[in-house]
């Protein structure tokens, strides 16, 4: 028993590590497909009437203040170099005043010696939001209510996040495709955490109708995490073809750019439910981030830019955020935005693919 404990956490380890490995030395973002948010232009304002240095970008999500509407992506914890990763980004967030979220916590509930690679982020950042992460396929089963608990005190969390990945567990060579009951498990979370669950993708999207039944089981957030950054079905492609794991292999391939492009995807959860939306997958500039606001995102998450950084040093991921924010200040500048407030209300154009997504939607929001 004690053996077969020891394999699992070792599996996990090791996958965390090759996870990290592979998307900091292989190329894994969506090949073909972007985000779309190349088909979605601000208006250009030549007469904003405010100075650059009066911009404020502060911004409201669950009831936390933040310094900006930008949060560090869910991606690690549970093996060794995950620990340095964690705390550099949450020295960066703390002293930025933004938020974050750590990756996948079960490896912590098989060995107490891992928590502190997740709870290095409380230590680390006092201050600021900060989301524990567990994924559908173990919600499925039946996970109890007191780990999800202990995940949650394990970071002072503020909230937690399940990350629904069918996608990827179909394509990772141990992965469990097995959603059967997701819904009534995730309602369970909502029931008995006491924190707001917030609902994420990987990398494929949620679709408006995903997002109304997550709003009407009582999820207080969707994160879309959609198709056009990091692929997951990729990450598992380089794995099932180390491992020669061929039908696997072929599959990672097909399903490559799989999933709902992130500008569609969060437009169809727009349109379909009332609670906030963190826009993400495949936001690369502050331009991206100020495009989701005016669509009508809370706030916008990042994942694969902070990974290389989050390597070096908190400084290094500190400068990755801060041109994120001059980019979005920017943005809010030449379209006379003087916060965020105004920024929702900024107009735009759809133009192109998006266009074609959205028309070709038979419902806005049943996509
Ligand atoms: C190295 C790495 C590990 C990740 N691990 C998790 C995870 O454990 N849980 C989760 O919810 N999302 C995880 N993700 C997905 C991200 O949170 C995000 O949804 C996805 O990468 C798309 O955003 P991006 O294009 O900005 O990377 C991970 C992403 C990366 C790059």
């Known amino acids: 028993m ?23 030395d292989k190329p894994v973002q969506s090949k073909d497909k972007r985000t779309l948010f190349n088909n979605v232009q601000l208006i250009n304002d030549s007469l904003p009437e405010l100075d650059y240095d009066e911009i404020d970008i502060s911004a409201d999500f669950l009831g936390h203040k933040f ?34 979220a750590v990756g996948s916590q079960r490896a912590a509930l098989y060995d107490k010696v891992l928590e502190e690679t997740y709870s290095i982020t409380r230590k680390s950042a006092p201050n600021i939001f900060i989301g524990a992460n567990i994924g559908g396929a173990p919600i499925s089963k039946g996970f109890p209510i007191g780990d999800a608990r202990r995940l949650i005190e394990m970071l002072d969390a503020n909230a937690l996040y399940v990350h629904l990945n069918p996608a990827q567990e179909i394509v990772q060579p141990e992965g469990e495709p097995s959603y059967k009951n997701v819904m009534s498990g995730i309602k369970e979370m909502v029931k008995g955490t006491g924190k707001p669950v917030i609902a994420k993708e990987v990398g494929f999207g949620i679709s408006g109708n995903a997002a109304k039944k997550l709003e009407s089981i009582g999820v207080s957030a969707i994160e879309v995490a959609g198709m056009g950054g990091t692929s997951y079905t990729a990450v598992e492609w380089y794995r099932a073809k180390e491992m020669k794991m061929r039908s696997k292999e072929m599959l990672g391939n097909l399903l490559w750019d799989w999933g709902i492009p992130t500008a569609a995807s969060l437009y169809s959860v727009k349109h379909s439910v009332m609670i906030p939306i963190v826009s993400s997958g495949g936001i690369r500039t502050g331009l991206d981030i100020a495009k989701s606001i005016a669509m009508g995102a809370s706030m916008s998450a990042v994942a694969l830019p902070l990974l290389r950084p989050a390597t070096v040093s908190s400084d290094a991921v500190k400068e990755a955020f801060e041109n994120l924010i001059y980019e979005l200040k920017a943005a809010m500048f030449i379209t006379g935005c003087k916060n965020i407030e105004e920024l929702k209300h900024s107009r735009y154009v759809i133009t192109g693919e998006l266009k074609d997504w959205i028309s070709g939607m038979s419902d806005r929001s049943k996509i």
């Open 67 to 100: 310094s900006a509407p930008i949060m560090a992506g869910a991606m690690t914890g549970g093996a060794e170099s995950a620990k340095k990763i964690n705390e550099n980004i949450a020295v960066a967030c703390e002293e930025l005043g933004l938020g974050m």
């Open 2 to 24: 004690a053996q077969e404990k020891n394999d699992k956490i070792r599996a996990i380890m090791s996958r965390k590590e090759e996870h990290i490995k592979i998307c900091l």
